[in-house]
């Protein structure tokens, strides 16, 4: 068998012009969950340069395929974490309260070690986010787990939708107003620092419509000066970015929902929204969708109070709604996250398992490419033993673009990359650093989310 | 009128032996400004075997090299026939010269409930003076330059006369300058301004920009717009009615970037830095020169792209293992069987650490064997000193040479590869004649492990260094060191808002110099002095001290007047602080 991850940084090169590698797989005779079109028995799939070509019985064999027997198997759509801060090295600039210019994007770490054990739990792409310091925080990056690539540009998910994260609430009022002395130092002034970001964006916005049009009558019309803060608060009222919101509070929700109404604004998804339930009609009529917790809260004040039925709540009241883990563990195992839909809430298997897969896609702008296993979509894909929604089940094999990233019989027991020269035994081991919202903010709070 | 100047030839050569002898300065008394090297072993460039030839220099030249040139008669002479002859180092990155700065830093924000530290002014946009953000492309070397700093010696002593030195800061420190490693005055030091744009990954300290992501849209932002302000200035120089250009300091002085007439040095330790880097200059166009490069061994075909140029850091990664060793041994009797030994330890041995051991190891090999690897695979590199101590110089260069470079590839590194880098080539890095009279005359081969410098010679500038090896070994030996030194001293190091104590103890015994250190908040009782040089009144001697996980060598620089002494203290990375003293015990 094939290992296809390189292990090390060796003396191989890298190649400048580099491609992102693509994968030829034959997986046959699996149970194919396809999450939007059924569940199909005894069915191959088709993986050509990436590419699911096709999704059927007894699909003949091309020649030099990598076989996988699938027989008594699951097979479904790679797992998408709609929230997630592992593979940056940066997550807060919490220097500012509003920071839209910065790109998380800028800071992939390609030898996270976190990207491994996510595709050992079935995870295939991630939307790694900007942390909750600021009210406005930097554009996020949804990524494709091609660990084993060392260009970090080899991980952007290529054509996926801009989206940016704004924070409500506790964290940036801490940081900014408690921290630094500086507005937002309550609920009231975090929607003043959004509103008044909006505006300049506005403003920022009609200098250059102003200056496109002098420029017509008057070619010497020097142009203003470039502020990307501005620039990307009009991208936003221009609806070329999805805002991902952390929210807890039903007002807070509603606050937002006001502001971006008022600046006509209509893509959001408000993430972990632990009180959701409460304004999931208002929520589906403006459109926004949703990313929660399965059944963590109580982990400080505003987010005292909260339902495990949160996610069902949701979804019966057609508001598109995804489970994420917002942590390098609970990623390894969001089908577990996604199954207690079945208990709170009797969702169906599909739709339970849409939670983790079409509708985070669809949160991202990337459900044309993946979220389920359909002919012409990316050849990502999760095999467990039993049902993914089973408590006994294993992940098997992930494969992203064609290419097996990860496969339990060839699985070493030391994945790194990168590998300090002078660093005795890792710190990993046993000493790992826990990401979250807050990560790169110097305050330290024991519970950050 | 012939016999007086041969009288005063006769006195002067006669003076020599006196005036080298002199611990005051190690450089010879310029006369003629000739001076000429006489059947030395002269490797006229990297790649070159050596010649029998005499070099002559005159006013910072050379003027003759070749085994018949002829020597003039003002010419100050050296008898060089067991002395091997190479074009001096130029270092492609580095401090040198530059003064250590007193950094005070706030977290950012207007003083408030919660924030009672000391704070930088933010304006009402929130963001921070280009001071405070690390922003200062506008900031020249000569402005912190010392051209009385000893690190400029001690280079120099490592066979370096030229070197490309910045400024230190944060993101943007500023712009840097090529220095001649002679020069008394920084006008005499200073041989090129404003050639380069250093730039770092290194936030402000809790102001925007302080992470990768802020740096990163930060230099997007300053560049967008440097480019922009450039248009709008000529604009403004061409037609009317043109408002005025009021683009920021930080704008105009990264226009000759935008122009790519000056390269960017953006100093990637890491893969990742490097990525980051190379991301940047695509994006905007820059010009740029991955700097002091630690892990650029997989990117050799990147470097194939045009305004891509490479400079490798000397930080080389401490070996690990073989630290270990003294330790096991020290565990068993000294009369311990060997097989016997071999067998205890390798019960103890937990696999899963030997295997991390074992990767640890090979990539600790990796970063050794990144030169020769670049090399022999023809990307051209010149290496950096900016991380490392210039005593460590020649025991990194013999660890590349036993890791796969040659010694002409480390020569072409050091020499011909800055010089074009720079853009200096025409005038230094090779012994022609015609160029600047830049050449360490040592008593071996270079690196060769007992090779010496005996000489320097920097733009026709003579150092003789034999002098300051004497110097050394005569003072530290002397019998007046026990009455100056010996006995206990408490000691205070003043940190801002705080203060260390401790006390150090001296013995001298048969003109050796031993001591300890004992320090407040360390409860490990005394730590032994190494490196103890007595030098007249000035004492300086290190010791190794863990602060939070890391081993830092702390460095104690004195000045002892009767019983009190002052100087300076260096931990580390951590910076110099002050530190005064007073003998509380003499010795018995």
């Given amino acids: 068998m094939k290992a296809y991850i390189l292990t090390a940084l060796s003396f191989c090169s890298i190649p400048f012009f580099g491609q992102i590698p693509k994968g030829d797989i034959l997986i046959q005779n699996g149970t194919v969950i396809t999450v939007t079109q059924g569940t199909l028995e005894n069915t191959d799939v088709l993986i050509r340069n990436g590419k699911i070509k096709a999704v059927d019985i007894n699909i003949k064999v091309p020649a030099g395929i990598r076989v996988f027997d699938a027989a008594g198997l699951y097979v479904m759509p790679g797992i998408i974490d709609a929230h997630s801060h592992i593979a940056i090295d940066a997550v807060n600039e919490g220097t500012h309260p509003v920071t839209p210019e910065v790109h998380v994007g800028d800071a992939i770490d390609p030898f996270d070690i976190s990207m491994y054990r996510a595709l050992a739990g079935g995870v295939t792409s991630i939307h790694a986010m900007h942390g909750s310091a600021n009210a406005i925080g930097g554009q996020c990056q949804t990524m494709k787990l091609r660990y084993g690539e060392s260009d970090p540009n080899s991980f952007v998910f290529e054509g996926a939708a801009r989206t940016i994260k704004f924070a409500l609430g506790e964290n940036p009022m801490r940081v900014h107003g408690e921290g630094r002395g500086i507005q937002p130092r309550t609920r009231m002034g975090v929607e003043r620092v959004i509103r008044n970001a909006f505006q300049e964006g506005k403003i920022y916005r009609d200098k250059w419509r102003q200056y496109e049009t002098d420029k017509k009558k008057n070619p010497n019309t020097p142009p203003p000066v470039f502020n990307e803060r501005h620039q990307t608060m009009a991208d936003i009222m221009d609806g070329k970015i999805i805002i991902q919101c952390h929210s807890y509070r039903a007002d807070e929700i509603l606050m937002l929902l006001r502001v971006l109404h008022d600046f006509g604004v209509n893509r959001v998804t408000f993430q972990h929204v632990n009180e959701g339930f409460k304004v999931a009609p208002e929520l589906a009529k403006f459109g926004a969708m949703a990313s929660v917790f399965s059944d963590w809260w109580s982990y400080k004040f505003e987010v005292y109070y909260s339902t495990a039925y949160n996610a069902a709540i949701l979804v019966r009241n057609g508001v598109i709604t995804s489970i994420n883990s917002d942590s390098g563990e609970l990623i390894r195992h969001l089908f577990h996250e996604a199954a207690k839909t079945k208990r709170y809430g009797q969702l169906t298997d599909d739709e339970a398992l849409a939670l983790i897969t079409i509708n985070p896609a669809m949160q991202l702008g990337i459900d044309s490419r993946v979220g389920s296993i359909e002919v012409g979509k990316d050849g990502d894909i999760a095999i467990f033993e039993n049902h993914p929604l089973s408590i006994y089940t294993i992940p098997l094999l992930t494969v992203v673009d064609g290419i097996v990233r990860f496969d339990v019989k060839n699985d070493p027991k030391d994945m790194r990359i990168d590998i300090d020269p002078e660093e005795e035994t890792p710190t990993y081991y046993g000493n790992e650093e826990v990401e979250g919202c807050l990560l790169d903010t110097d305050l330290i709070f024991s519970h950050h989310h | ?588």
């Fill in chain 2, 1 to 588: 009128m012939i016999k007086k100047l041969q009288i005063c030839l006769w006195i002067w050569l006669l003076s020599v032996p006196i005036l080298s002898s002199q611990p005051v300065h190690s450089e010879l008394p310029q006369i003629t400004g000739c001076v000429a090297l006489v059947n030395a072993q002269v490797v006229t460039a990297p790649g070159k075997s050596p010649i029998v030839a005499n070099v002559i220099t005159r006013n910072g030249l050379i003027t003759h090299v070749g085994p018949n040139a002829s020597i003039p008669n003002d010419a100050y002479r050296i008898a060089a026939d067991s002395l091997f002859v190479y074009p001096a180092f130029i270092d492609a990155l580095s401090y040198t010269g530059i003064k250590e700065q007193k950094e005070e830093q706030g977290s950012g924000g207007p003083p408030g409930p919660g924030n009672r530290g000391q704070r930088v002014t933010v304006d009402e946009d929130g963001n921070p003076t280009l001071e405070d953000a690390g922003l200062t492309p506008f900031i020249s070397t000569r402005t912190t330059f010392d051209p009385k700093s000893k690190s400029i010696e001690d280079w120099r002593s490592q066979g370096f006369a030229i070197a490309h030195v910045v400024p230190k800061g944060k993101m943007i420190p500023g712009k840097g300058a090529v220095v001649v490693l002679s020069g008394k005055s920084t006008d005499e030091a200073i041989w090129k301004e404003d050639i380069s744009l250093f730039s770092q990954w290194s936030g402000a300290d809790g102001n925007y920009p302080n992470t990768i992501i802020g740096m990163i849209a930060k230099w997007r932002e300053l560049y967008n717009n440097a480019e922009q302000g450039m248009k709008h200035l000529a604009m403004y120089s061409e037609a009317p009615m043109v408002a005025r250009p009021q683009y920021n300091r930080a704008h105009q002085a990264l226009i000759p970037v935008v122009k790519k007439e000056i390269p960017v040095y953006f100093r990637a330790p890491k893969i990742k830095d490097i990525f980051r880097a190379i991301d940047l200059k695509n994006e905007l166009g820059m010009k740029m020169v991955i700097s002091d490069a630690q892990q650029a061994w997989s990117l050799k075909e990147y470097f194939q792209q045009p305004d891509l140029n490479l400079v490798l850091s000397l930080d080389l990664p401490e070996d690990k293992t073989e630290k270990k060793k003294p330790e096991t041994k020290t565990d068993t009797p000294a009369n311990a069987d060997s097989t016997s030994q071999v067998s205890i330890d390798s019960i103890k041995v937990d696999p899963e650490k030997a295997a991390f051991e074992k990767r640890r190891a090979e990539s600790h090999k990796m970063h050794l064997e990144q030169a020769g690897h670049l090399a022999n695979a023809g990307v051209p590199f010149s290496f950096s000193t900016m991380s490392v101590k210039s005593g460590d110089f020649s025991k990194t260069m013999r660890t590349l040479l036993e890791n796969g470079l040659t010694r002409d590839q480390a020569l072409h590194a050091l020499t011909v590869a800055p010089s074009k880098l720079l853009g200096i080539d025409k005038y230094c890095g090779t012994i022609e004649t015609g160029k600047m009279a830049n050449m360490i005359v040592a008593t071996k081969p270079m690196f060769e492990e007992k090779s010496m410098i005996r000489y320097m010679l920097v733009e026709g500038t003579l150092f003789d260094l034999e002098a300051k090896e004497k110097k050394k070994s005569e003072s530290s030996a002397s019998s007046s060191a026990a009455g100056m030194l010996g006995g206990t001293w408490a000691y205070v190091i003043e940190i801002p808002d705080q203060k260390r104590e401790g006390t150090l103890t001296f013995s001298v015994q048969s003109g050796e110099v031993t001591g300890k250190v004992t320090l407040q908040e360390y409860s490990g009782g005394e730590i032994t002095l190494v490196n103890i040089v007595v030098d007249k009144n000035s004492v300086s001697f290190t010791f190794p001290y863990t602060i939070e996980g890391q081993e830092i060598e702390v460095e104690f620089d004195i000045n002892i007047s009767g019983e009190t002494f002052e100087g300076t203290v260096t931990a580390g990375p951590f910076g110099s602080y002050p530190v005064t003293g007073d003998r509380i015990e003499k010795p018995d």
